[in-house]
């Protein structure tokens, strides 16, 4: 079964920037939609964007449209959000998931603090 590995997680201040990775462990990434989630502490999980199999169509949460932009590159078998404008709101564990493939990465930590 495919595998995602998510990285990029750091602690920035506010304002700041970061772009995530979704690294695939095979071609069958490149079939799927790609998601981003995230989940902050004492929250449930939420959607953020998506991007379609072939990176069109990107879709975005209201709270994130305009700072995050979704893209991905399926000859290296990689998805990113570039994350601009971060602000405390923006702490979470943010993960990735390809939902026709059914599977998750494991997250990586984003942290929005003076």
């Known amino acids: 079964q495919v595998q995602l590995v998510e990285s990029g997680g750091d602690l920035v201040q506010p304002g700041g920037s970061l772009r995530l990775s979704c690294l695939a462990s095979?071609?069958?990434?490149?079939?799927?939609?790609m998601h981003w989630y995230r989940q902050a502490p004492g929250k449930e999980r939420e959607w953020i964007a998506s991007i379609s199999s072939v990176g069109d169509r990107p879709s975005y949460r209201d709270s994130v449209r305009g700072r995050f932009t979704i893209s991905r590159d399926n000859a290296k078998l990689e998805g990113y959000p570039q994350m601009r404008g971060l602000w405390l709101e923006d702490t979470a564990v943010y993960y990735c998931?390809?939902?026709?493939?059914?599977?998750w990465g494991q997250g990586t930590q984003v942290t929005v603090s003076w």
């Open positions: 998931h390809a939902p026709r493939l059914g599977v």
């Open positions: 095979d071609i069958t990434f490149a079939t799927s939609e």
